[in-house]
């Protein structure tokens, strides 16, 4: 079947459930970076539920399209010449259970010092979880380090976000997957996961698309834990280029060191290429000044890996994933 023929198929069938769907769709809207092409067709399931139903879809179909599964697209580079295939946008399936407010008697529950499950659909906003969790009406304690991290929960056991010494791997206690290779759920222990830094067993397979993650928070002093939360986003604010689109930091951390101080070191902080330039306030960082391509990244990307490892004999490795254009049989590629 001709390309545009499947893609008018899952158009039909999205639409004929409800879900919202759209053409040639610019991903520059979407990406942290701002950066990437139109992608063939864009689809926003708005529940665990009408995820699964789209993945079906696509399961469904003979002849496959490329398929692409993205949250907040805050730690991805999307190509320039955009993404021939669906992409599934998480964002509207955002559900969050609070095991407390299942609890029979709330008042009891919340004084016997006992851990809190907190289910979440995989597009739930990590932050907005980790504000409503410091706010005095909850008072749990776990996630003070994701304020800030612009991505969703699903995002973010993919790729075990952490920060301030703190990570996912330390809240998550499990996660479900719908694997597109068979159609199975399948529900995966914190063990199983294989956390550890910026890696989860997710990234070896992205067939598994991710439905929900639990976490376990514990309860504490609700204004510790806000204090704690608010000292996190202004240290991010004081240090990170906040004001320019970006997708966090571009390298994984060297053990015993830091990526921006080794960049820095080797005289690049705010070199650039178009308009993608490495950010004079944390040279970890790689900032879109204006127009930056995702062609401006990868080569500023290669400059700074390739002068790093002929100073310091030392590879930096990419935190951020490289999406293909969908005519690479391999989801992400390497930079
Ligand atoms: C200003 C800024 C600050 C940041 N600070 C931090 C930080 O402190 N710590 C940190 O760890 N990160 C940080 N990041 C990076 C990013 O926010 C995190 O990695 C976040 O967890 C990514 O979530 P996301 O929803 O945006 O994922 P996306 O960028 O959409 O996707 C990331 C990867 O996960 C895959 N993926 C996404 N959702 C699913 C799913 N449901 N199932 C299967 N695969 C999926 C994608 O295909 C892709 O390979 C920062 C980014 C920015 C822009």
Request: charged residues 20%; negative net charge; hydrophobic residues 40%.
């Amino acid at each position: 079947m001709p390309f545009e023929d499947q893609l008018q198929d899952l158009y039909n069938a999205f639409r004929g459930s409800g879900i919202e769907c759209k053409f040639n769709h610019p991903m520059a809207d979407h990406t942290s970076f701002r950066i990437g092409g139109q992608a063939a067709l864009c689809v926003w399931p708005a529940s665990r539920a009408q995820l699964i139903q789209v993945l079906t879809f696509w399961r469904d179909m003979g002849q496959k399209c490329p398929i692409c599964v993205l949250g907040k697209a805050s730690n991805v580079l999307f190509p320039d010449n955009g993404y021939r295939g669906l992409v599934v946008l998480t964002t509207r399936a955002k559900r969050v259970v609070f095991e407390e407010d299942e609890a029979p008697d709330k008042e009891e529950f919340r004084n016997s010092h006992v851990f809190c499950q907190v289910y979440a659909e995989c597009g739930a906003s990590l932050s907005g979880l980790a504000w409503t969790c410091q706010d005095a009406s909850r008072g749990l304690s776990g996630l003070e380090f994701a304020y800030g991290i612009p991505g969703t929960v699903g995002g973010a056991t993919v790729m075990n976000a952490g920060a301030f010494g703190s990570e996912m791997e330390r809240i998550l206690v499990s996660s479900e997957y719908y694997d597109l290779s068979n159609g199975r759920v399948v529900r995966l222990t914190d063990r199983e996961m294989e956390l550890s830094y910026r890696h989860s067993v997710y990234l070896e397979h992205p067939e598994w698309i991710v439905l929900s993650s639990v976490m376990t928070l514990s309860y504490g002093y609700a204004p510790d834990i806000s204090a704690a939360t608010k000292a996190n986003m202004d240290s991010r604010s004081s240090k990170q280029p906040l004001n320019y689109p970006s997708a966090g930091s571009v390298f994984k951390r060297p053990v015993n060191d830091y990526a921006g101080r080794m960049v820095e070191n080797v005289g690049l902080k705010g070199v650039s290429v178009g308009g993608a330039q490495v950010s004079e306030k944390h040279a970890g960082f790689i900032v879109n000044t204006g127009g930056a391509t995702a062609a401006d990244v990868i080569a500023l990307v290669r400059l700074v890996r390739a002068e790093v490892e002929r100073v310091y004999h030392y590879r930096l490795e990419c935190e951020i994933r490289l999406i293909s254009d969908g005519l690479d049989p391999n989801q992400d590629t390497e930079w």
